[in-house]
């Protein structure tokens, strides 16, 4: 006997006339709520539910065997190599191979997991879907009547008095729990078999990562199994709170960035591209001036730790107690930080996700150091990196809290301004090391301190030229601080320095005037300014530095007077640049002071000089007089839109060429 699961108000209906049926299809098309049309709808649901779990059973049982399959291979494979067989015809592979072998099946079981995390969801849901169609057919199932009283629509709510870990048989929950640890135990076996049959560092990090990604896999089988139904309970309260809102709300809220998570994550700051070059410039220099073979290799290993993966999670962790600052910033889409999101959720997950890319770029240096052999050397540029990240981190936090004074934060400013010139000390180190180099060259330490006073000087330009996009210029001249810039007590200090407009430090008087003047555009430095600001201190100590440095790269001083011949060249030389007033004058002083050094260092030399020389004597002053009259000649916008500017004038002469040579008839035509 089958009994049709149909409401009582549509068979009434359909009792009656045409003209009637025709109403109550329009009621139902225009009431959601009409019985008639709430069974339609549950209807559908159960029959895609139903759909929905047979597809997904079919998957857990394909992906479950794909994964005892792959164990069970590669368990094979690696049971022939000579880390775990003493045969004669073993193989040979490396030990990284090895080490990464347990993650293959570890994925097809992570994905199993995700799969029952979904099951689970929609086993209480179907259960719902069930109770509420049983409404619409009370009568009972005739043939089994004399059982029990079970209604239609029961289907999956009696197989889950089976098969639930909470209340199921007992046999089959022993049965689950079986199959569960045997996968489990075998997997752990496996892994903890390899670990042990490798050195000491594989070993270690096998069962660090391995027992770490093991446990958080486990609590979430828990989670799906004996936690279901809390866990069903907490998303359908996360749904039923978001369920109310546009389904994109806050997509276009709060401010953002200028790019996405993907991107971010593979690139955090490509506006720092310059800094890329540091150690390279200083692998060729330093390899050159000792004469030792240039090793691409050490270079291309070191730049990917330092730079690629210690130096980009180090900016992660920057980006990140700053995400809600970086997206009040003027110039937040040039500058291309971590994404902002108006929305919470949104927001957890952009900072949770830097937060593990951070966490994995660090682990993954520490794992290339070791395989390359260069693991002393990452483990202490790591500790260094982030020693000096935290000490930075705790003085803006200090700087920006409001209890601090003024006189308080001024001081905080300085350190800071001390604090950022140990990155580029940092990497002069990465690029003699992978010069080969040894630590008591004269070289090393004069080329630290050279490199530390330009990081500042380098910064310090940089900060003062961003300080003006927080400023807003009134009609009379005059430029009022941004409130953000109150917050910046390194940036906002060093408007102090600058000689031309009148800053104010007093609240704008008409902030909702519109502004005369994009002060990011004005190229604040290319006057005098004031003589012993402070990057020009840190340009007369980036030049006295960059004289023993010079003499130490073409060569072991023949006397104690060349070091100071050179140094006060380019000491007088600094000064001389920092007092001229427009870029020529700048130039000038520029090369002039670089012709007294060749005099200098000629003066203390009993033997020839080739080209190489000059160039390596040279190099010190020119890139900290060139980088110098760079910053000094231009304003926060071109700094920040340099690529794209850039980009902008080789697409315009491509195009010109490009029509010089086809013709403008053809050009049009072709346009």
């Not at 347990?102 to 992570?110: E, G, I, K, Q």
Request: net charge positive; hydrophobic share 50%.
């Amino acid at each position: 006997m089958t009994v049709a699961l149909c409401p009582a108000s549509a068979v009434k209906h359909r009792e009656t006339d045409p003209a009637r049926l025709t109403e109550v299809g329009a009621h139902r098309l225009s009431d959601p709520t009409d019985d008639a049309n709430r069974f339609d709808i549950l209807k559908m649901d159960y029959e895609m539910a139903r759909d929905d779990e047979r597809t997904f059973s079919n998957i857990q049982a394909a992906v479950a065997s794909i994964a005892v399959a792959l164990l069970a291979v590669i368990a094979t494979i690696v049971s022939d190599t000579c880390q775990l067989s003493d045969a004669k015809d073993c193989k040979r592979v490396p030990d990284f191979f090895l080490a990464a072998a347990p993650s293959v099946p570890l994925a097809a079981l992570a994905f199993l997991q995700l799969l029952g995390a979904v099951s689970s969801i929609r086993s209480y849901y179907i259960r719902a879907l069930e109770r509420e169609l049983r409404g619409y057919a009370r009568r009972p199932l005739t043939e089994l009547h004399s059982i029990s009283p079970i209604q239609p629509a029961s289907y999956f709510e009696l197989i889950t008095e089976v098969t639930t870990m909470r209340r199921g048989r007992s046999g089959y929950r022993v049965l689950s729990f079986l199959v569960l640890s045997v996968t489990f135990l075998v997997f752990a076996g496996f892994t903890v078999y390899i670990a042990v049959k490798l050195d000491g560092y594989y070993t270690l990090s096998m069962l660090l990562l391995y027992g770490v990604a093991f446990a958080f896999l486990a609590s979430e089988v828990a989670g799906a199994t004996l936690g279901a139904r809390t866990t069903f309970v907490r998303v359908a309260q996360q749904f039923q709170a978001r369920s109310a809102l546009p389904l994109l709300t806050n997509a276009t809220g709060g401010t953002n960035t200028g790019r996405g998570i993907v991107s971010y994550l593979v690139f955090p700051r490509p506006e720092d591209w310059s800094k890329l070059l540091f150690i390279p410039l200083v692998f060729l220099a330093a390899s050159a001036s000792r004469g030792t073979p240039f090793d691409w290799t050490t270079l291309l290993t070191c730049m990917v730790i330092a730079e690629y993966l210690v130096y980009s999670a180090r900016y992660q962790w920057n980006d990140i107690r700053g995400v809600a600052a970086d997206a009040a910033h003027p110039q937040a889409r040039a500058r291309l930080r971590l994404p902002y999101s108006g929305d919470r959720g949104r927001l957890r997950f952009i900072v949770g996700w830097s937060l593990g890319v951070a966490f994995a770029r660090v682990v993954t240096a520490v794992l290339l150091g070791y395989a390359t052999g260069e693991i002393t050397f990452t483990l202490a540029f790591l500790a260094a990196v982030f020693a000096v990240a935290a000490l930075y981190e705790l003085l803006r936090t200090s700087s920006q809290a409001p209890s601090t004074t003024p006189r308080g934060r001024s001081r905080l400013a300085k350190a800071i301004w001390l604090t950022v010139g140990t990155g580029y000390a940092l990497r002069f180190l990465v690029g003699v090391y992978a010069a080969g180099i040894p630590l008591g060259d004269p070289l090393v330490y004069t080329g630290a301190v050279f490199a530390y006073a330009f990081g500042i000087m380098f910064v310090l330009l940089t900060w003062v030229l961003e300080a003006t996009s927080y400023c807003r210029a009134s009609a009379g001249g005059v430029w009022y601080q941004g409130r953000e810039l109150r917050g910046k007590a390194n940036l906002g200090i060093l408007l102090r320095y600058v000689r031309g407009p009148v800053i104010s430090t007093h609240p704008d008087p008409h902030p909702a005037a519109p502004s005369a003047l994009n002060c990011g555009e004005v190229k604040i430095l290319a006057g005098r300014g004031a003589l012993f600001a402070p990057w020009n201190l840190a340009l007369w100590v980036s030049a006295a530095a960059g004289g023993p440095l010079a003499v130490h790269l073409t060569g072991t001083p023949t006397a104690a007077a060349t070091v100071w011949w050179v140094s006060a060249a380019g000491m007088a030389g600094a000064f001389a640049m920092a007092a001229a007033g427009g870029p020529p004058a700048r130039a000038a002083v520029q090369l002039l002071t670089a012709v007294g050094i060749v005099l200098a260092d000629g003066l203390g030399r009993t033997s020839g000089t080739d080209v190489l020389d000059y160039v390596l004597l040279l190099a010190p002053w020119m890139t900290t007089a060139g980088t110098y009259l760079m910053f000094r000649n231009q304003s926060y916008r071109d700094l920040k839109y340099f690529a794209a500017d850039l980009f902008r004038s080789v697409r315009q002469l491509t195009i010109w060429l490009v029509k010089s040579v086809t013709g403008p008839d053809t050009w049009r035509a072709i346009r």
